[in-house]
Structures are given as structure tokens and as C-alpha cells.
T-cell receptor, first 115, second 113 residues
Framework: EAGVAQSPRYKIIEKRQSVAFWCNPI?????LYWYQQILGQGPKLLIQ????????DSQLPKDRFSAERLKGVDSTLKIQPAKLEDSAVYLC?????????????FGPGTRLTVL | AQSVTQLGSHVSVSEGALVLLRCNYS??????LFWYVQYPNQGLQLLLK??????LVKGINGFEAEFKKSETSFHLTKPSAHMSDAAEYFC???????????FGAGTTVTVRA
């Protein structure tokens, strides 16, 4: 089966600019996650969707970050405006139903550099 | 609340030697525990997980881990390292009743020929 797809793979922007990342989960997976992985740290959950509804966005900096999952399939994560500390790899993951009995599958990530 | 501490940010082993990666966790409820591997420029891949039952868990690529509740540990081992094991390894914990992963900072493994 095809894995989780993400684009772009790399993005370089200047601070205060806007950027958007796209994720296409594995077909049939109801749960979608966005993680932020800062260099030298483990991934941190930003937001979790169940179908097209938000389950948890408690760690999402809502003053600058937004995410949507239209029609319960693809998802977009946006940063506006970007800050230097947003430089990180943004990972998308999906799972069948969001339970621990079904694995989270991760995409390759988008590496964002904010100058 | 859950948290994970991985002891040692870098581990270097000789090919054929034992690989031991240490993970300690804290959790306010019974935990589920995971090990993930990340190869350069790739996403994370699940190596193994502990949910319930047998405390010695076997995973892919010859790795195994043992859940020790009394020590709040979930150390990862592989008896004989291979060059292809060079990667970054992450330990993660989630509450048993809410599948939200909290990751450690990761351990980078290098394998010497």
C-alpha cells in the first residue's frame, strides 16, 4: 500500500512569511496527526484529526498555526507569519482508528528553514 | 502526564556487538510504550510496542525490549549490530486509555566496521 505522502520536502522562507504543508494519509485511515520535530528533539504532537474533526489541538500555537482536513482525507498545515523558532521538520502521520492497537504510519516530513 | 528520558544522545557500537538503548518513562496511568527508528530523510517507523501481556516484546530487524514496571524502563536491545542499524531511535509513551505519543529526544546510533 502507498505510504503517507507529504509535500514539499524542503522549504526555505524568511521570517514573517507564510508557508503551507500538505499531507495525504494512507487510504482509509481515519486519524491524521501533525508533529513538529525540532533538531535534537523528539516529535511533538501539534494536532490530531479524526476524520475531518479536530480531536486535540492543545499544543498548536493558534495565533500563527492553522490546520484543516477537508473531506476527512488530505490535510494542510499553515504557518502565518513564520518565526525563526518554527524551523523544524513537520511530520504527518495517519492511523486506521487512532487506537494504540493500530500503528501510526509517518510520512517523510517537510523540513522548514526560517531565515 | 507522560514523559520519556532517553539516556545518551549518541551511541557508537562495533558491528556484531550488542546494541543497548536506554529509555525511562514517567506516567500517571498505566503506559503503552513504543520504540521507533528514523533513517536519514525518512519518517519514523515502528520497531515494537508494549501494550499488555508479555513484558518482553520482540520487534522487527532483531530488536527486542523489556517493560520493567518497577524500574519504569523500556530498554531496547539487539544482540548483534549490523551496519544497517545506523539510525536515530526514539522511545515513546502514551497513556493506555488515550493514544497520544510523547517522544524522548532520541538516540543516534553509529555502527563501526
Amino acid at each position: 500500500e502507498a505510504g503517507v505522502a507529504q509535500s514539499p520536502r524542503y522549504k526555505i522562507i524568511e521570517k514573517r512569511q507564510s508557508v503551507a504543508f500538505w499531507c495525504n494519509p494512507i487510504s482509509g485511515h481515519a486519524t491524521l496527526y501533525w508533529y513538529q520535530q525540532i533538531l535534537g528533539q523528539g516529535p511533538k504532537l501539534l494536532i490530531q484529526f479524526q476524520n475531518n474533526g479536530v480531536v486535540d489541538d492543545s499544543q498548536l500555537p493558534k495565533d500563527r498555526f492553522s490546520a484543516e482536513r477537508l473531506k476527512g482525507v488530505d490535510s494542510t498545515l499553515k504557518i502565518q507569519p513564520a518565526k525563526l523558532e518554527d524551523s523544524a521538520v513537520y511530520l504527518c502521520a495517519s492511523s486506521l482508528d487512532g487506537t494504540a492497537y493500530n500503528e501510526q504510519f509517518f510520512g517523510p516530513g517537510t523540513r522548514l528553514t526560517v531565515l | 502526564a507522560q514523559s520519556v528520558t532517553q539516556l545518551g544522545s549518541h551511541v557508537s557500537v562495533s558491528e556484531g556487538a550488542l546494541v543497548l538503548l536506554r529509555c525511562n518513562y514517567s506516567s500517571s496511568v498505566p503506559p503503552y510504550l513504543f520504540w521507533y527508528v528514523q533513517y536519514p530523510n525518512q519518517g519514523l517507523q515502528l520497531l515494537l510496542k508494549y501494550t499488555t501481556g508479555a513484558t518482553l516484546v520482540k520487534g522487527i530487524n532483531g530488536f527486542e525490549a523489556e517493560f520493567k514496571k518497577s524500574e519504569t524502563s523500556f530498554h531496547l536491545t539487539k544482540p548483534s549490530a549490523h551496519m544497517s542499524d545506523a539510525a536515530e531511535y526514539f522511545c515513546a509513551v502514551s497513556p493506555y486509555n488515550d493514544y497520544k505519543l510523547s517522544f524522548g529526544a532520541g538516540t543516534t546510533v553509529t555502527v563501526r566496521a
